[in-house]
């Protein structure tokens, strides 16, 4: 066995049985017949969302998050994981759903994607749907913010969140004589009771790679500094601890990869579960289930007009039902394909770059009595492009993509309210990007975008009470594209151990999709209610005159919206020798405004400012962080949150244990137990007081590397 055995072995191995998909491929290129040794070193911690053509250096602000970094800000969530990240808040709908908000964005304007795949779920559709991956699982997360995006669609106007995982290997991790190696994963969370476990195996050849994992995750209710009133039958009425707010998970994959003379070609399955309970209500859980299965390849060549092929292909099969003091209730599903195809070709004069394809086909059911959309169907294609051009002072980017979009109403058999229909866009971007070397040290980044994103199918069709947002949210089939202008600006410093990042952006909407309150009531059954009574826009749910409940009425409209903030971030050495010592500091803002009232968009993200001491000495390591959170700009009639400030640490110590590296850590989050409140939250209007953060929680884990 190497002595590293995730290192980077081979890129090329001796010549593998032909597949008729490599095949028809291979056609494209001009390769030669040689084979190449194997050679060890470290994979580098390339951020490959942001570099489709591999720069070192990156126009698009991005983060990426890998090993201890990772593992010492996992959540049980992806929200909650990248939470603080420089521009990315969450949307927090308790312990157990929460999806990343990016510059003040979210739903449908954040891409998730899945090793550069889409993220076939319902997590955009509501608030209480979680994303069914599991950090644990995963190796790498990076994050994409800014214009830089289009690459990925006009749906992902305020960013991309890119999953990484090594089911499918891009590289052999072993020579020819092959080897094995993995990772276990094990660990235990005060604040819920919390256990989880994980385990990845990797073993194969130059020639071949086998990957299987798998992880299980159960927590009890989340603990918080305050009591709170739950009806749950068997729990206590006060308790200080979120009622409803349980959770258990466990998935698995296993995936192939065959390395080639000039590439690769893999398959993975992958499996996720999760039963958990949506906090909202007391009574009511959310069994998801989701199956995924992924085609993957590349090949390469080092002359030819196509200098790389890289595809991938990938289906998905979810499903979630939402039960009812345990009575199965309303069932959503989300069944679909994707594909994205995307050719590097070689230099054209002074431009480098590639061009691609991306398909994508989903249907969608909603099934009960919060059906509040019908069963849908859409179609997506797009073609792109992105190309660079090397300057003497430094690189120069242009990208476009042009898609078509069909969304379809299938309607609702049970549902007289929705009715079939069709809509189709033709959405088109474009991105221009700079980057300056303006010193050794100095660097200048810039982005200016037009993105047009076509409207959901929930925000065309929708009909129905939404219980997750306490509203009944009424669709519009007129809706055009929505299109923004973005501008991207930062300049960033670095020398040695020391560096600093800046940047501020602007980002502005003709017509932001945004669901408003009309001031109308509406029963569960989609009629009228309380005539001469106007919502006064909190949110909240009213009876009228003791009968059925109703909700105030929510309809998507297109309102023009700007959106302008800040983002800094940076690292300065304080001591160095055999100890070191670094102070990271971070600060971020928003600011949302609708133009035509004047008015702030609500559950923007709020303002932050934070600074981490990071020490190391030896096998030793340990942190020492604290944030202020404020956010006071809400729309009239919404409820605002105070400001809070968090204090979190770890401590981690590394140690050989035979052919293992050990990484033995405690995280200590919320030291000073706060009762804090997230302005991103919908709870926030909709159900105050339920499900507030997490309080002082200590982690003890143990993660083992062979």
Known sequence: MPSNPLAAACRRARRAPAFPLVAALAALFTVPSQA????????????????????????????AYAGTGLLLRAGNTLGATLDGSPGVSSTY????????????????????????????????????????????????????RGPGVLLYGGNAVGGVVNLI??????????????????????????????????????????????????????????????????????SPALDSRICNSQARSHGGALGATVFLPQGYLGLSVDS?????????????????????????????????????????????????????????????????????????????????????????????????????????????????????????WGRLSLGARAELVRVASLG????????????????????????????????????????????????????????????????????GKERSTNLDVAVAWKRGADSARIGVFANRFGNYLALEATGRLRDTDGNGAGVGVTDDGSGNSVESGGTAAVLPEYAYAPIPARFTGLEASGSWRLAEGVQTLDLEWRADRVRAVNLRTGQFLPRIAPARLGATLVWASGPWGARLGVTHVAQNRVPAGQRATAAYTLVDAALTYRQKAGVANLLWYARLDNLGDVLAVPATSILTQTAPGKAPLPGRSLKLGLQASF
């Open 412 to 479: 609702n058999p049970l549902v007289a309210r929705f009715v079939p229909a069709e809509r189709a866009f033709t959405p088109r971007s474009a991105a221009l990007g700079t980057l300056w070397n303006l010193s050794e040290a100095w660097q200048l980044t810039s982005t200016l975008a037009t993105s047009e994103r076509a409207p959901r199918d929930y925000e065309l069709f929708a009909d129905g009470p939404h219980i997750a947002t306490n509203a009944y949210e009424v669709g519009n089939a007129g809706l």
């Open 93 to 144: 709908f308790g312990p157990n759903a929460s999806r990343p908000v990016i510059r003040g964005l979210d739903g449908d304007r954040i891409r998730i994607l899945g090793n550069g795949g889409a993220s076939i779920d319902a997590s955009g559709l509501s608030y209480d749907h979680a994303v069914p991956n599991d950090p644990i699982a995963v190796e790498r997360i990076e994050v994409l």
């Open 165 to 234: 995982d090594n089911r499918i290997a891009p590289e052999a991790l072993f020579g020819p004589e092959g080897g094995i190696g993995g990772r276990a994963d094990a660990g235990y969370a005060s604040g819920s009771r919390e256990k989880s476990a994980g385990l990845m195996l990797e073993g194969g050849t130059d020639r071949f790679l086998l990957h299987a994992d798998a992880f299980h995750r159960d927590a009890g209710d989340t603990g918080v500094p305050v009591r709170l009133a739950c009806a749950r039958p068997g």
């Open 272 to 392: 996720y579960r999760s039963d958990y309970g949506t906090v909202a209500e007391d009574e009511v859980t959310i069994g998801m289930r989701s199956l995924r299965t992924t085609l993957q390849g590349e090949l390469r060549s080092e002359d030819g007009a196509v200098r790389a092929v890289r595809f991938r292909l990938g289906h998905t099969g979810y499903r979630h039902t939402e039960f009812e003091a345990g009575v199965p209730g309303t069932v959503f599903s989300n069944a679909g394909i994707d594909l994205r195809l995307e050719l590097r070709h070689a230099r054209i004069g002074p431009l480098d770059g590639l061009v691609g394809l991306q398909a994508e086909a989903t249907r969608f059911l909603a099934d009960g009595a919060e059906a509040f959309a019908p069963t849908s169907r859409t179609r997506q294609a797009a073609a792109l492009v992105y190309e660079e051009i090397a300057t003497g």
């Open 36 to 63: 190449q040794t194997a050679s060890s070193g470290t994979l580098p911690p390339i951020t490959v969302t942001g570099n489709p053509l591999g720069s070192d250096d990156l126009i698009a602000p991005a983060a």
